[in-house]
């Protein structure tokens, strides 16, 4: 199928990668309606994605080329001991991790730069709903304008105006707990005057209740240390804001999750993680609720979902940035196989309705046991760690996403 109009709704992961494969399956008009004004690439945090997956999607387009990443291999859990660890704790288990970390601005501005010059990306444009017809599908924006379009691509994230019309009766779950996430540049470690870790090793922080995932990422000024750490929130009686994911951004979290972050650190970090995380300024440091959400379609009339719009998976999976992707790869595939727009969307749906929602089970899985039921780690043995971890795999064949079938 050839030709066509389509609006990309979020401008972000999904919205770029999507756009381009629109462009590249040969769509007449492509524009991205993004409802932020100013540089994207400045929310500068760490991802990562699994190396199959990477080159995969390097292989379909969807990943394009030259991107900054930063190369891991192993995986350490450690936990404090303040008898036999030492200041770094005790290392009681040790895994492969083949995955890059990317920086998310530099990943997008790599998007952004290859999505193909036909794309018209229009930024401060909010959609502020949708409706379709079967046979069209009409945007409707803040300023009071609608556009129409053979199909619109709902890739506006985790609470979007797309899915309330595809799916209004999926709504993401908040699961109970928050992480704190920071990063800080790695010559900063240079003040704990040890020469730091391997760079390559990727270090998760286990206590009762929670844990917390450390390692280098790639940054526009060198490379930086990207942390996520995930715990219950204190829990005060006062309702927080969690049902919004930006509620604390960077410099604008409260000083009780601070003092919180800090108290678990004392209590709970081998004293040398505990100083590393310490080096992160509070400008860099900020709280997100975690969610869960899963939809029974991906697509209604001339409407189809990409991205954490779709589906929104704990971030213990490292997944959500590989499966963006592979959203547009799939979508690229369905339209240059479709000779209709229903063909294109039946096709979108088999390929990616049941991967989304087998994605959010595994990362439900995973946060039950690294935060919500956390083992004795303190007690486990190497076999016993591996048992426990199969447990939360639950027969997939690893954590990043499942690959992409030819
Ligand atoms: C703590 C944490 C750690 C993570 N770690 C990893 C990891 O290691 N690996 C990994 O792969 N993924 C990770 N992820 C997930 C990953 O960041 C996302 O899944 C991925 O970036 C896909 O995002 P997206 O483009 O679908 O949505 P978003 O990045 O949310 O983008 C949505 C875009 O739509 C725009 N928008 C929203 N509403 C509208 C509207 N009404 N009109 C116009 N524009 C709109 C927004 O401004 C935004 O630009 C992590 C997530 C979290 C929270």
């Known amino acids: 199928m050839r030709g066509g109009t389509v609006a990309v709704v979020g401008g ?85 991790f083949p995955f890059h970390s990317y920086h998310w601005g530099l990943l997008w501005r790599g998007l952004r730069e290859a ?88 270090t998760t922080v286990c206590f009762g209740g929670g844990s917390c995932v450390i390692y280098r990422i790639p940054g526009p000024d060198g490379p930086r240390v990207n942390w996520v750490l995930y715990a219950m929130p204190p829990q005060t009686g006062r309702r927080l804001p969690f049902d919004d994911p930006t509620s604390f951004p960077p410099g604008r979290v409260t000083e009780e999750l601070a003092a919180h972050l800090g108290a678990l650190l004392d209590r709970e970090f081998p004293p040398y993680w505990a100083r590393v995380l310490g080096l992160t300024e509070p400008a860099d440091t900020f709280v997100q609720p975690i969610y869960d959400l899963e939809t029974a379609r991906t697509t209604a009339g001339r409407l189809l979902l990409a991205g954490d719009a779709a589906t929104v998976v704990r971030p213990h999976n490292t997944s959500g940035a590989a499966k963006a992707l592979q959203d547009a790869t799939a979508f690229e595939d369905a339209w240059r196989r479709a000779g209709t727009w229903g063909e294109l969307l039946h096709a979108y749906q088999a390929a990616r309705g049941a991967a989304g929602r087998e994605m959010v089970a595994l990362a439900r899985r995973l946060g039950r046991g690294q935060v919500e039921q956390t083992p004795a780690w303190a007690a486990m043995n190497h076999r016993e760690a591996e048992s426990w971890w199969q447990g939360q795999l639950g027969g997939a064949a690893d954590i990043g996403g499942q690959a992409m079938t030819p």
Do not use: K, M
């Open 115 to 202: 999505t193909p010059a036909s794309v018209v990306y229009r930024q401060g444009a909010a959609v502020t709903g949708v409706a379709g017809d079967g046979e069209r599908a009409e945007v409707r924006l803040a300023q009071g304008t609608a556009e129409a379009f053979d199909l619109v691509v709902g890739a506006d994230g985790y609470r979007s105006v797309v899915r309330e019309a595809v799916c209004p009766e999926s709504r993401p779950a908040y699961a109970g707990y928050v992480c704190w996430r920071g990063n800080f540049d790695a010559r900063r470690l240079e003040a704990l005057g040890d020469g730091g870790w391997p760079a390559e090793s990727v």
């Open 12 to 96: 972000s992961i999904a919205g770029c990668a999507l756009a381009s494969a629109a462009a590249r399956a040969g769509a007449d008009e492509v524009v991205v309606l993004e409802r932020t004004h100013g540089r994207l690439a400045d929310r500068g945090l760490g991802l990562c994605i699994h190396d199959g997956r990477a080159a995969e999607l390097a292989a379909t387009g969807a990943l394009p080329a030259g991107i900054a990443a930063h190369r891991l291999t192993r995986r350490r859990w450690v936990v404090r001991d303040d008898t036999a660890g030492g200041p770094a704790g005790r290392v009681f288990w040790e895994q492969p």
